[in-house]
């Protein structure tokens, strides 16, 4: 097939989008499959090793986070479609970007697969956008009712959709790196570097960003005989550090480094309330690490409580340090845990959510 992906964010940035993104294309070069994405111009461009052509679109910064971009309207994009000439258009987490490519698309007659993958109305909250959650879910419905099929990667996210008045959901999770992310890259040396009192080691990977929400582990950070590890960066940072004093800060970590820093956790926490996935859950339980997570969004599918780790109530910083404490005083069960979460994510590799995807396009086309 020929495959058009248009995505808010690609690579050089760093997130779910931009990472799941170069995943799938790779994997439909892999597979034979004539791959076009489309994006946003970042901050830099440099060189890439892309198996792919990539077309930036022209850019500006978005408010209260620079380093996201958000592209332009165009109508270049019709033309560039056209020129291509796709059998089915991916629109990646659309909303700016993707809501241009869907008018496009649908007024070419192209089949749309589109991925809801970011919690808008919950980061238009966060930041203070100047759109409501209404506002929010209307741009939603209206952008996806041009779409074919829309995947949803959770069930509560695909229930979120449905209620909104979004049409024809189906469900499409995310791969993982299981060669990359396991068990086996447990570093005992990097583990005396980061715990040199044989402290039990709780990290926190991802962006240091206001919907994340790192500060809940203010009161976790504090608790004896537990070294709090952060992974990350973003426009978050100070104020983050100056809330977690014990914590050790690594900045931005990947590819071996980064699995050999999941693969040494005792405990894995995310906090952040929003996230319809959440891709460093399933990778620190590909890496044999028990979860604490909120109890809402992504995890609630991913995290299975008294068996791969600990559900909590969202924003609730004590709740977050009673779980972590829990786990920090039982060995056995943290290992058990891990076991569980290794077996629960290992058979869901990014090559058999690729061909699951490609089936959703082959559905797509059908249906058009």
């Not at 891990?338 to 559905?363: M, N, P, Q």
Request: net charge positive; hydrophobic share 45%.
């Amino acid at each position: 097939m020929r495959v058009v992906i248009i995505t808010e964010s690609y690579l050089p940035e760093v997130n779910g989008v931009a990472n799941s993104v170069a995943r799938i294309a790779g994997h439909l070069t892999a597979r034979g499959h004539a791959v076009l994405v489309i994006a946003p111009r970042p901050v830099s461009l440099v060189d890439s090793a892309d198996p792919h052509p990539v077309v930036r679109l022209r850019s500006i910064p978005m408010p209260g986070y620079s380093t996201v971009r958000l592209a332009l309207p165009t109508r270049r994009l019709g033309r560039i479609l056209a020129a291509f000439r796709p059998d089915v258009v991916h629109l990646a987490s659309p909303f700016v970007l993707g809501a241009w490519g869907a008018k496009a698309a649908a007024e070419l007659g192209l089949p749309i697969v589109a991925i809801y993958q970011t919690d808008v109305p919950g980061y238009a909250r966060a930041y203070r956008l100047g759109l409501t959650e209404v506002v929010s879910w209307k741009v939603i419905q209206r952008l996806h009712a041009r779409a074919t099929m829309t995947l949803a990667p959770s069930t509560s996210t695909a229930a979120q959709l449905v209620e909104h008045g979004v049409p024809r959901v189906g469900m499409w999770g995310r791969g993982v790196d299981t060669a990359l992310f396991h068990p086996g890259r447990r570093d005992d040396e990097l583990r005396r570097s980061l715990a040199p009192n044989d402290e039990v080691l709780v990290g926190y990977v991802g962006r240091l960003a206001r919907e994340k929400q790192v500060e809940l582990l203010e009161d976790a950070a504090k608790l004896p005989g537990v070294q709090l590890v952060v992974v990350g960066d973003g426009p978050m940072r100070g104020a983050v550090q100056r809330r977690l004093g014990n914590a050790r800060f690594l900045g931005p970590r990947r590819g071996a480094e980064l699995a050999r820093l999941y693969a040494s956790l005792d405990v894995f926490v995310h906090t952040g309330p929003y996230e319809t996935f959440c891709q460093t859950v399933q990778e620190a339980m590909a890496s044999g690490v028990p979860v604490v997570a909120p109890a809402v969004g992504g995890p609630v599918d991913l995290v299975k409580p008294g068996q791969t780790g600990i559900l909590v109530p969202p924003g609730d910083a004590a709740a977050f340090a009673r779980a972590i404490a829990e786990l920090a005083a039982d060995e056995r069960m943290r290992k058990e845990y891990g076991v569980a979460a290794f077996d629960a994510v290992a058979s869901r590799t990014w090559s058999a959510l690729g061909d699951e995807l490609i089936g959703h396009y082959r559905a797509a086309v059908g249906a058009a």
